[in-house]
Every structure is written in structure tokens, then in C-alpha cells.
């Protein structure tokens, strides 16, 4: 069902860890009872001349200090305008909003694969299901743009980092690496998020082997909550092409009922 709720919380934390990109954590009082990898918060920016909030998934979480946090690039006007927010400020969010992650009870060795910024989406996989075992690899443009390397070294049994132009960790797409280990590998599922373009590579990459492959979507999105319809994508269901939406419906999709 989709969580409604408009909770407050309190910002103990919004760094710089990379070229353009900040991590935030937030402190609710009333943390919701569960949180999926996947998952998003919709964030309503403080200065009223944004009406639409900002969806960003749900990086990381724990229970126990009732905190979330959000990893974010600065893309434009919304996200500059959260790089100025300081500790102690009250924002207003939803959350958790959309499907997440859910391995199948036959998913235990599962591939995390991100790219770029949709690596954000991976260490609350494991932190939600810590029942299963991890190989994670993280793509991105160049070594300005690494992040979450050493969160998910220690939520995986395995971190592979590669760069498109080869200045840090392995040279080349993320996809390829990993369609040459997958022999090896043999993993039950790969769950990734990245572009649009990746999953295309990915999908090719990952012709020959007979693995399930689980993605989030991107959108721009409206009310985040299934009443707009502004999140449409395109599926294929039962042989039949169809919309649904990307907040609610989504935005985790098997790969082979999204229609690129
Ligand atoms: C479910 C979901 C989870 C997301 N998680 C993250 C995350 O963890 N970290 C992160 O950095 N970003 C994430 N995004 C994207 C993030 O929401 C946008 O980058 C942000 O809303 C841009 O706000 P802005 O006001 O700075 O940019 P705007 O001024 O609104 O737009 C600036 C540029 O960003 C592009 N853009 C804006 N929104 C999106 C979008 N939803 N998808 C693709 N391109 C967009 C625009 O086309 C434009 O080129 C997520 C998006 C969705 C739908
Ligand atoms: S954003 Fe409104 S229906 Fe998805």
C-alpha cells in the first residue's frame, strides 16, 4: 500500500563525498516499521518556489538510530538548493514509497550492479535482507564520480569498481566486467540500477546467461504516490504492451517486461 504519510525529520548530516554529489541523513522520530532497498523518499524542499518534491531512494537506513540517508548529485535548481541545508534543519518527506528490492526465496547469491548514481539504491539491499550473499559492481563515468565503495565492501563478499576511462579500479563498462565473471559467478539474480543506456548494455551482456535481472526505473515524477500518472513506463506483460507507474507500480521491474 502506499505510505501516505508526510513525516518530519531532522537533518544530522549533508556532505560533499564526491564531485557534485552529497550525502544526507535524517533523523525521523516516527521511522516506518519497514524499509526495501529500492524503496524512495519523496523530499519537499524548504523554499516554496519548487511545488514538486524530490524523489531519491533510500540509500541507507538503520532502524535502531532511526536515520535514513539519501546520496544525491546536484543536477540542478533542487538539488543545489539541498546542498545548503544544514544540520539540524526539519525537512518534510514521504517514505518509503515504491515496490523495492524483494529476492525471490531461491535468490541467495545475488549480483548488486550500479551505475553512476543508481549505485545509491544498493546498500539498503543487503541492509534489508542480510540473508543472502553479495557480489557487488559499481560503474561510473570517472574517479571523481567513485562513491558507496566502501559502504557496499562491507555489506558484500566481493566490490568490483570499474571507470569508463579506466581512472580508477577496472577500465570499461561495468556491464562487460561483469558478463566476463558471470561463468564464475553463478549468481541467482542481479539486481541493478543505473540509465537507461545500461540496461540496454546489460541486457545484451547478459543474453547468454539465464539469469533474472531487476531493475529500478527512473522518472520524472509529479505526486509520487500514483495518483498523476506523469511516471509512465512502458511494459510488457503476458505478451501484451502496457503503462504503468514508475512511483507506485515500480520503480523495481524485471528487465525483461520493460520495453526500452
Ligand atoms: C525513484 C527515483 C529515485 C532516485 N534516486 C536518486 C538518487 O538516489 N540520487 C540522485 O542523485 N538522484 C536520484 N533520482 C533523480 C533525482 O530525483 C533528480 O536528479 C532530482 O529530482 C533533480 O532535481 P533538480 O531540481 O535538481 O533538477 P531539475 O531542475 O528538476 O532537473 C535537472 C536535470 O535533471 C534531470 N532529472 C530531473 N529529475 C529526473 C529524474 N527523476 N530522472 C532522470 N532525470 C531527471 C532533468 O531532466 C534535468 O536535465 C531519483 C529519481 C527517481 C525517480
Ligand atoms: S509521480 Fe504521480 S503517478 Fe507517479
Redesign the pocket.
Known amino acids: 500500500m502506499t505510505n501516505l504519510k508526510d513525516r518530519t525529520g531532522k537533518i544530522i548530516l549533508n556532505n560533499q563525498i564526491a564531485k557534485d554529489?552529497y550525502k544526507m541523513v535524517i533523523a525521523f522520530d516516527d521511522m516506518p516499521e519497514d524499509i526495501k532497498g529500492g524503496q524512495?523518499i519523496h523530499i519537499k524542499l524548504t523554499d516554496n518556489s519548487?511545488v514538486l518534491r524530490?524523489?531519491?531512494?533510500i540509500?541507507d537506513f538503520d532502524m535502531d538510530k532511526k536515520t535514513v540517508a539519501?546520496?544525491?548529485?546536484?543536477?540542478?535548481?533542487?538539488?543545489?538548493?539541498m546542498t545548503k541545508y544544514s544540520e539540524g534543519m526539519t525537512i518534510k518527506a514521504m517514505m518509503p514509497l515504491?515496490n523495492g528490492f524483494v529476492p525471490d526465496d531461491n535468490m541467495k547469491k545475488i549480483v548488486l550492479l550500479g551505475g553512476g548514481?543508481g549505485s545509491?539504491?544498493l546498500p539498503a539491499v543487503p541492509k534489508a535482507f542480510g540473508d543472502r550473499e553479495y557480489y557487488t559492481y559499481l560503474g561510473f563515468a570517472n574517479k571523481d564520480k567513485v562513491v558507496l565503495e566502501e559502504e557496499m565492501k562491507a555489506l558484500s563478499k566481493e566490490v568490483v569498481v570499474a571507470t569508463d576511462d579506466g581512472s580508477y579500479g577496472k577500465k570499461g563498462f561495468v556491464t562487460n566486467i561483469l558478463a566476463e565473471d558471470m561463468a564464475k559467478l553463478k549468481p541467482d539474480a542481479v539486481f541493478c540500477c543505473g540509465p537507461e543506456v545500461m540496461y540496454k548494455a546489460l541486457k545484451k551482456a547478459l543474453a547468454p546467461f539465464d539469469v533474472p535481472i531487476i531493475v529500478?526505473l527512473?522518472?520524472?515524477?509529479g505526486c509520487g504516490i500514483g495518483a498523476c500518472l506523469v511516471?509512465n513506463c512502458k511494459v510488457k506483460r503476458n505478451g501484451e504492451e502496457g503503462y504503468l507507474r514508475?512511483?507506485a507500480d515500480g520503480?523495481v521491474f524485471r528487465l525483461d517486461e520493460v520495453v526500452l
Open positions: 554529489i524512495f519548487h524530490r524523489p531519491f531512494c540509500c539519501v546520496c544525491y548529485a546536484v543536477v540542478g535548481e533542487g538539488t543545489k538548493e515504491g548514481m545509491a539504491v529500478s527512473e522518472a520524472r515524477m511516471c514508475v512511483c520503480p
